[in-house]
């Protein structure tokens, strides 16, 4: 197994010319094509949750609605798809710093498909343990 404190650099321009000029990988992913591949922890009828590609935090998950919204929140020189980044970080990160933990230009985590397979089974299990999510 990697270790979870293992990085490799973040290839930022290949993944802004795949965002720009590439379909949207949240539609892309939903309709299952092969190349924009994911690992899902939780799906309900209309939204889903798989875990980030590229994580620079272990077990970082992000979050759509299937059908294409759009939301111009933001730079929107990433993906216009309405989705969100849920990472769990350490205790220890001073609030200053939380902003920082996120960000893929300290590189992400090198890990292998075998380490995302396992790491999305694992929290499909705490989900499941818990009774599933709950609509309020």
Known sequence: M???VERQ???LDAYEDRARRGPCFVC???SGHPDYGHHTVFEVEDHVAFLDRWPTLAGKVLVAPKRHVEYSLGSQQGNAHLHWHIAGLPPEVPHEQQFHA???????????PEESVDMAARI?????ARG???VL
């Open 28 to 30: 892309a992913f939903a």
């Open 102 to 112: 996120l960000m893929a230009e300290d590189g992400v985590l090198a890990k292998g």
């Open 9 to 11: 650099r973040a290839d």
């Open 2 to 4: 990697t270790n979870p």
């Open 124 to 128: 499909r299990e705490r989900i499941a």
């Open 132 to 134: 599933g999510l709950r």
